[in-house]
């Protein structure tokens, strides 16, 4: 009997870890180059943060364009990457915290 009950105690746990990993999974979102032309915004889970990928000039092809990724807390501006020669996908993905981005 006891047996059973341990059991189904970690059928229950297994089923709730997987939906909590199935929600945080390793899924992210994908930009293409021609895609930071659209200034696409990826805002963190708890919406203090985001990631806003834009191009310049707009529109240009990958190979012309200066690729560029900001990091915002709110209006103030942590972080700025510029990617020259930008050839493939930029994967965004925060941490369920809020506190890390890759």
Not at 73 to 101: H, I, M, N
């Amino acid at each position: 009997m006891q047996s059973k009950i341990i059991a189904t105690a970690l059928q229950i746990l297994f089923l709730s870890l997987s939906c909590f990993a199935e929600n945080y999974s390793c899924r992210a979102d994908v930009f293409m180059p021609d895609g930071y032309s659209d200034k696409a915004t990826v805002w963190s889970p708890d919406h203090a943060k985001y990631v806003l990928l834009s191009s310049k000039p707009e529109h240009a092809e990958s190979d012309e364009a200066s690729h560029t990724i900001s990091i915002y807390a709110g209006a103030r501006l942590l972080r700025v990457f510029t990617l020259e020669d930008l050839s493939g996908a930029t994967f965004v993905k925060w941490s369920p915290d809020s506190r890390a981005y890759t």
